[in-house]
């Protein structure tokens, strides 16, 4: 038994907080009122509440490499939802995985020695249940399906491959998935039309699930790329989460009113739709992502072809530079604006913490030039920063009856981007405290019990008597961000206490070494 001594509640419901002593006990908040039993915690001055939800998190292998999970714990994480972007490594074969391992290093690293003992989606929950420091659940990844089904080449699928899609999408709900994600700049799930995502949407949506797009375009046609994904949901009558719902790039400046009442008229039509943002102006992605869905067609080796051909890196650059690639979200690139984070050669290690254009001109190159090379160099490995985003939409997006917190953080790379260490924290520093763009009680909402709507746990998100002692305890005038672009792994400050499935994680500030954590499974329709 835990007792938290007059704890300020922030329950996750959004209503005023209150003064109580919460008591802890088999995994479990066995207690809301005066008193308690066990040991002690004074939280007089302190917040207590539900634990953080990370509706977008990358950490499929190191939650599982380094399985105390310091990044996300120290700021409050209780539960992240992995398997996003459509590019994930379950279901898979060996072939396929292979291929995955390659394309999601700069995202994921791809450590030596590392035990890869499954292959499809329930083998993958199973091994997070092995022990880890947070609780995990895990979407379908539509793009590494259609890898496993149909390749990776650029055209539609057949009939019988759709249907063996839908069959792994089926499986993978059943197995505990609680639902699906697509990367649609990203190959090969960019290859799939709208009727396909429609298709796959309805068995999601029949299981239990719900669907969670990186959508075509965060740039040009964005909001167009938007209307597609609320369009797949009317059609197959699946929720809709709506990952990083970002408006980034100069043509979107000051436009996130427009995708809030595209929002706005679909959910008073009846649409479910929930989204999800982080609280930087930056993204991050790999490097080879900028390039045309074209030039990479077929794989790594077929990518690397071409960036090794003369004629074909012309045409690449073309695509990029001038008319907007749509793995450039159709913005014709700004070099200055993307900055390399993290190599996998020693070699390459000064191109990080630069943008590609500081680089090409120190080295007196073209920027297409430098880029073609680092790529062929780091056999796409390579990760960066896209410094597109814009505040005034940042704070708009947040403060929508719908939204939820997701860091979308990548762990791996010599500078990461510190959303990975950060987000949570920030929200309640910078756009609480210090800005007043939402209020404590509506921030924690935001970060716990809608994300757990979401998700259809019962038993989480909220501070109630019988649910998961997934807690938070925070100082509301010092918790903070320290993580920085310079020093990215940094835990947050102002946070004493994370306790996971009633066991304490982080206790005084310090990671106690305890792995209470576990997947989370889709319960069905």
């Not at 939280?43 to 105390?68: E, K, T, Y």
């Not at 943008?355 to 880029?371: N, Q």
Request: hydrophobic share 40%; glycine share 12%; proline share 5%.
């Amino acid at each position: 038994m835990l007792t938290f001594l007059g704890a300020t509640v922030v329950d996750g419901t959004g209503g005023p907080s209150y003064r109580a002593d919460v008591t802890v006990g088999g995994g479990r908040i066995a207690a809301i009122g005066t008193g308690g039993g066990g040991r002690v915690v004074d939280a007089d001055g302190l917040v207590l509440a539900p634990g953080f939800i990370d509706m977008h998190a990358h950490s499929d292998l190191q939650i599982l490499a380094h399985p105390d999970h310091m990044a996300k714990v120290s700021q409050g994480v209780t539960l992240e939802v992995l398997g996003q972007d459509g590019l994930s490594y379950a279901p898979v074969d060996d072939d396929t995985l292979a291929d995955l391992r390659a394309q999601l290093a700069g995202w994921n690293d791809d450590p030596p020695g590392f035990d890869w003992d499954w292959r499809g989606v329930g083998e993958y929950l199973d091994r997070l249940d092995r022990g880890i420091a947070v609780n995990a659940a895990y979407l379908v990844p539509q793009g590494t399906v259609r890898a496993l089904v149909a390749g990776w080449d650029a055209r539609h699928a057949t009939e019988s491959e759709l249907d063996r899609m839908r069959a792994l999408v089926a499986t993978g709900l059943a197995e505990g998935a609680m639902g699906m994600s697509s990367g649609l700049t990203y190959t090969p799930g960019m290859y799939a039309g709208t009727g396909e995502l429609v298709a796959l949407c309805e068995v999601v949506g029949k299981g239990g699930g719900y669907y969670s797009p990186h959508h075509r375009s965060y740039g040009a046609g964005a909001l167009e790329a938007y209307a597609e994904m609320v369009d797949v949901s009317r059609r197959s009558g699946c929720p809709l989460h709506l990952a990083h719902a970002t408006m980034n790039f100069p043509v979107n400046e000051g436009r996130a009113g427009e995708l809030l009442s595209l929002l706005d008229d679909a959910i008073a039509d009846g649409c479910d739709i929930s989204l999800d943002t982080y609280p930087y102006l930056p993204g991050a992605t790999y490097l080879s992502a900028l390039l045309p869905s074209w030039a990479a067609e077929g794989g790594l080796a077929a990518t690397l072809a071409r960036l090794s051909n003369v004629d074909a890196r012309e045409r690449i650059r073309a695509d990029i530079e001038e008319h907007g690639s749509d793995g450039c979200h159709g913005v014709p690139v700004d070099w200055d604006s993307i900055e390399v984070n993290g190599v996998r050669r020693d070699d390459n290690a000064h191109l990080v913490g630069k943008s590609v254009a500081a680089s090409a001109r120190e080295a007196g190159r073209p920027p297409a030039e430098l880029y073609f090379d680092t790529l062929i160099a780091e056999r796409l490995g390579t990760s960066c920063l896209m410094h597109v985003g814009h505040e005034d939409n940042v704070r708009a997006i947040m403060r929508h009856a719908a939204h939820t917190g997701g860091s979308d953080g990548l762990l791996v790379g010599e500078r990461p981007h510190p959303r990975a260490w950060g987000t949570f924290p920030r929200y309640l520093a910078r756009y609480v405290r210090e800005l007043g763009v939402l209020s404590l009680e509506e921030c924690v909402a935001h970060l716990t019990g809608r994300a757990a709507r979401r998700l259809r746990l019962t038993d989480r998100g909220l501070v109630r008597e019988g649910y998961a002692a997934d807690l938070v305890l925070f100082d509301p005038a010092t918790v903070a961000d320290t993580a920085t672009f310079e020093q990215p792994r940094q835990a947050a400050a102002g946070i004493p206490y994370v306790l996971v499935n009633g066991v304490p994680v982080i206790e005084d500030g310090r990671h106690t070494g305890a792995l209470p954590g576990h997947s989370i499974r889709n319960k069905g329709a």
